[in-house]
């Protein structure tokens, strides 16, 4: 069967880029995947977050817009914060005047657009090059959670996930095949004391909170439903989570495999992995994982730069 959808990872590491000897294996780049899809007449190409592994990727399409006298590709941001956006300077083909790319990131609360967001960080306090001198033509758009048909066949649903920052899961829905996308994201929780000794307890409220934890982890339940590939953020372990990281806005491993076997998920991808995580914690996390939830019905993978994968 021909694949729809080809991913390949060009970074997996969250936070903060962690090059070094034990961090070759799984890469140091943070998050970066190029996705394709095979349409009627041509390839389309997204690229999700813009991390700093976006600038080997830049390298390797300049070929392209080079052999072709053109490039296009659309840029989708799960929210701005720096890991997820500090390589977009360095991608080579925004310098190229055949150049056309769509950027798209979530609306937030605060005033400033995307296009304000980037516009920020290539300025010269930060950059050399400002926004306004590169060659590329560039379209900011803004989106929020909801339903976007992309053309193509393509269709795009978006989520908002548990973050500090407004951050975007993302669902592609294509001939039949769908892939989802989950980070930064922790699980929901009740920010309202449940201790009824505590004098501050308010049993109404704490119930209420309680009850949109509950509805906002059936309404991601759904989102991920049925997907053939999920991939998910995995910083943490379970136990590294509840000591000391509840409301850094990123999941436990444990959460996440759990999440992908009620949503019915086919495949699920551990990602963002922790900058100080080495190549041989991960090599043993894939171990446990992989191997407990072979028999269950769901494939657990961890990311590694240069991965590809089919849909």
Same mark, same amino acid.
């Given at each position: 069967m021909t694949s729809t959808m080809v991913l390949k990872f060009w970074g997996v590491r969250?936070?903060?880029?962690?090059?070094?000897?034990?961090?070759?294996?799984?890469?140091?780049?943070?998050?970066?995947?190029?996705?394709?899809?095979?349409?009627?007449?041509?390839?389309?190409?997204?690229?999700?977050?813009?991390?700093?592994?976006?600038?080997?990727l830049g390298d390797r399409l300049m070929g392209d817009a080079a052999s072709n006298g053109h490039f296009s590709a659309e840029i989708f941001l799960t929210h701005t914060h720096m890991d997820h956006i500090l390589g977009l300077p360095f991608f080579a083909p925004m310098y190229l005047p055949q150049t056309y790319l769509k950027i798209y990131g979530p609306i937030t609360c605060e005033e400033e657009s995307v296009k304000d967001v980037i516009g920020g960080q290539m300025s010269y306090r930060y950059f050399p090059v400002r926004q306004e001198e590169l060659a590329a033509c560039i379209e900011y758009i803004d989106i929020k959670e909801g339903r976007y048909d992309l053309g193509d066949g393509i269709v795009l649903s978006a989520k908002y996930l548990n973050h500090p920052l407004l951050a975007l899961g993302y669902r592609f829905e294509y001939r039949g095949k769908v892939?989802?996308?989950?980070?930064?994201?922790?699980?929901?929780?009740?920010?309202?004391?449940?201790?009824?000794?505590?004098?501050?307890?308010?049993?109404? #409220?704490?119930?209420?909170? %309680?009850? +949109?934890? &509950?509805?906002?982890?059936? =309404? !991601? /339940?759904?989102?991920?439903?049925?997907?053939?590939?999920?991939?998910?953020?995995?910083?943490?372990?379970?136990?590294?989570?509840?000591?000391?990281?509840?409301?850094?806005?990123?999941?436990? #491993?444990?959460?996440?495999? %759990?999440? +992908?076997? &009620?949503?019915?998920?086919? =495949? !699920? /991808?551990?990602?963002?992995?922790?900058p100080l995580r080495t190549d041989s914690q991960l090599d043993r996390l894939t171990q446990v994982f992989s191997s407990r939830r072979r028999n269950a019905g769901l494939e657990v993978i961890f990311a590694r730069e240069g991965m590809v994968l089919e849909i």
């Open positions: 969250g936070s903060i880029p962690s090059p070094g000897h034990e961090t070759v294996k799984y890469g140091g780049n943070t998050l970066c995947i190029e996705l394709r899809f095979k349409t009627a007449d041509h390839e389309r190409l997204i690229i999700i977050d813009a991390g700093s592994g976006i600038r080997q892939l989802c996308t989950a980070y930064d994201t922790e699980p929901f929780y009740n920010v309202f004391g449940l201790d009824p000794s505590d004098p501050a307890y308010d049993a109404l #409220v704490a119930a209420e909170g %309680e009850a +949109a934890v &509950q509805e906002e982890g059936r =309404r !991601l /339940v759904a989102f991920y439903q049925g997907a053939d590939l999920l991939i998910h953020d995995g910083q943490y372990t379970m136990v590294e989570y509840e000591a000391g990281k509840i409301g850094w806005g990123h999941s436990p #491993v444990e959460y996440a495999v %759990e999440t +992908a076997e &009620q949503a019915a998920v086919k =495949r !699920l /991808v551990i990602c963002h992995h922790d």
